[in-house]
T-cell receptor, first 116, second 110 residues
Framework: GAVVSQHPSRVICKSGTSVKIECRSL??????MFWYRQFPKQSLMLMAT?????????EQGVEKDKFLINHASLTLSTLTVTSAHPEDSSFYIC????????????FGPGTRLTVT | KNEVEQSPQNLTAQEGEFITINCSYS?????LHWLQQHPGGGIVSLFM???GKKKHGRLIATINIQEKHSSLHITASHPRDSAVYIC????????????FGQGTRLTINP
């Protein structure tokens, strides 16, 4: 089946620094990628939808200047958390849509961000 | 917008038992996802199904589009099956955005 990877799997950073998380589709081209965050014991919350070569569409309440998304190629999307603060500590998950069917989303394993 | 409900929220069983997790949704859709999230957080896509039944190893997923209901079954359950199981459907018919159930926390005791 289709594989989506994320890097890093865990990252600890100091408050005020920026962190970049990569999401790659390893064996298919992803026309659309989705970024989610998940707080402890809660469900996934969609942050933004990104289409290759165009600006990401952010969900209401998500700061686009804080969570920068770049989808420069059909196999790579990046999420940069800028000027991270402890409240940004969360589990960030991406999914990728293969484009062969509306519902064929494949999920990455997630990245746990801890801001100290 | 689709409302997705899972039951039970928590399930504890003994190794070897047959497990069933249910998912109901309110808006007619064409496909549904079952995901598995282990304690470490990593998410694994188990199934995407639009009709009937799919089987992978000891896992079986069924969906009834007319009744807006899906079930995930685990046969011969094992402690390593302990995880949170999440179903997700598109928010509205034809949409990309998924709506997630609250998850079912499964614990299999040896």
């Amino acid at each position: 089946g289709a594989v989506v990877s994320q890097h890093p799997s865990r990252v600890i950073c100091k408050s005020g620094t920026s962190v970049k998380i990569e999401c790659r589709s390893l064996d298919f081209q992803a026309t659309t990628m989705f970024w989610y965050r998940q707080f402890p014991k809660q469900s996934l919350m969609l942050m933004a939808t990104s289409n290759e070569g165009s600006k990401a569409t952010y969900e209401q309440g998500v700061e686009k200047d804080k969570f920068l998304i770049n989808h420069a190629s059909l196999t790579l999307s990046t999420l940069t958390v800028t000027s991270a603060h402890p409240e940004d500590s969360s589990f960030y998950i991406c999914s990728a849509e293969a484009g062969t069917g509306v519902y064929e989303q494949y999920f990455g394993p997630g990245t746990r961000l801890t801001v100290t | 917008k689709n409302e997705v409900e899972q039951s039970p929220q928590n399930l504890t069983a003994q190794e070897g038992e047959f497990i069933t997790i249910n998912c109901s949704y309110s808006v007619g859709i064409s496909a549904l996802h079952w995901l598995q999230q282990h304690p470490g957080g990593g998410i694994v896509s188990l199934f995407m199904l639009s009709s009937g039944k799919k089987k992978h190893g000891r896992l079986i997923a069924t969906i009834n589009i007319q009744e807006k209901h899906s079930s995930l079954h685990i046969t011969a359950s094992h402690p390593r099956d302990s995880a949170v199981y999440i179903c997700a459907t598109p928010g509205v018919q034809g949409a990309q955005k998924l709506v997630f159930g609250q998850g079912t926390r499964l614990t299999i005791n040896p």
